[in-house]
Nanobody, 118 residues
Framework: LELVESGGGLVQPGGSLRLSCVGS????????LGWFRQAPGKERDFAAR????????NYADSVKGRFTISRDNTKNTVYLQMNNLKPEDTAVYYC????????????WGQGTQVTVSS
């Protein structure tokens, strides 16, 4: 099972980025998918998650109203649309997959860097 993120980069404050994470070796519809982020010198934190059907989402308070998570199970892909980016959003962003019935995210991507700076 492999997860590969893309779409990171350098953006000015107030700008937008769209992250993608493509899974292989599994059927993504069997997993809850999430996005996490780790800022320099800090622990990795939860950002957003979406259930297998895509009918329910949850967000960290720090990104609510600015980030949108979505998924396309036909493409084994999860997205994170990030709008109105702030310097404090600078971090390495990771996607992760949590199997049905599990409380833990077992599979992780390698991460993609997002830098918000003028």
């Amino acid at each position: 099972l492999e997860l590969v993120e893309s779409g990171g980069g350098l953006v000015q404050p107030g700008g937008s980025l769209r992250l993608s994470c493509v899974g292989s070796g599994f059927s993504s519809e069997e997993y809850t998918l999430g996005w996490f982020r780790q800022a320099p010198g800090k622990e990795r934190d939860f950002a957003a998650r979406i259930v297998r059907s895509g009918d329910s989402t949850n967000y960290a308070d720090s990104v609510k109203g600015r980030f949108t998570i979505s998924r396309d199970n036909t493409k084994n892909t999860v997205y994170l649309q990030m709008n109105n980016l702030k310097p404090e959003d600078t971090a390495v962003y990771y996607c992760a997959a949590r199997p049905a019935g599990s409380a833990e995210y077992r599979y992780w991507g390698q991460g993609t860097q997002v830098t918000v700076s003028s």
